[in-house]
């Protein structure tokens, strides 16, 4: 079965400081996985997605096929970056989304 | 463009009614997604509409329904409404053209049930 695990609920760390949230997944089959972000008070957005290679807002995300994992990055947190971050995979073929459980970043001034 | 809109946005129901929930995609979109939010389960996708068949179906019971219209806009119907049904129900559209299936998402309707 397809699941999708972030291990974090809450991270929280300091302006300026490197972030990382973690994402891991479990699928049999070719994997599409991206990073949804809800702000306060503002509807689900994406984020990335693994297929573009982009960095959106200085966040980066690096598919690790063996390592079954697909890690959110920034080298400098702002506070702005304060929201609920989720990792999403996509059935292949579908338009289904089976999302992790979420991680709440909080950045301290 | 507009984006997603979900009707209603706040929703009281007691168990054993049933209940409509309505979503309007972007325009030009013709995939519609449901997804059912909370907090102990998290976001579970519940179905998906394209070209107003269902192509898709989550883990849910089969009090769970929905349909989609010509014009793309879709509604899912809940019956037989149970506690646990409370939840954040979240719609999301895609265009599924030019090799674009970014799913957009609406603001969600909050459904309690008493």
């Known amino acids: 079965a397809q699941r999708v695990t972030q291990p974090e609920k809450l991270l929280s760390v300091f302006k300026g400081a490197p972030v990382e949230l973690k994402c891991n997944y479990s699928?049999?089959?070719?994997?599409?996985l991206f990073w949804y972000v809800q702000y306060s008070r503002q509807r689900l957005q994406l984020l990335l997605r693994?297929?573009s290679r982009e960095s959106i807002k200085g966040f980066t995300a690096d598919l690790n096929k063996g390592e079954t994992s697909f890690h959110l990055k920034k080298p400098f947190a702002q506070e702005e970056d304060s929201a609920m971050y989720y990792c999403?995979?996509?059935?292949?073929?579908?338009?289904?989304?089976?999302f992790g459980q979420g991680t709440r970043l909080t950045i301290n001034p | 463009k507009a984006g997603v809109t979900q009707t209603p946005r706040y929703l009281i129901k007691t168990r054993g009614q049933q209940v409509t929930l309505s979503c309007s995609p972007i325009s030009g979109h013709r995939s519609v997604s449901w997804y059912q939010q909370t907090p102990g389960q998290g976001l579970q996708f519940l179905f998906e509409?394209?070209?107003?068949?269902?192509?898709n179906k989550g883990n849910f019971p089969g009090r769970f329904s929905g349909r989609q219209f010509s014009n793309s806009r879709s509604e899912m119907n809940v019956s037989t409404l149970e506690l646990g049904d409370s939840a954040l129900y979240l719609c999301a559209s895609s265009p599924l053209q030019g090799g674009t299936d970014t799913q957009y998402f609406g603001p969600g309707t909050r459904l309690t049930v008493l």
């Open positions: 693994h297929i």
């Open positions: 999403a995979l996509r059935i292949q073929g579908a338009q289904k989304l089976v």
């Open positions: 699928y049999s089959g070719s994997p599409e």
């Open positions: 509409y394209f070209s107003e068949t269902q192509r």
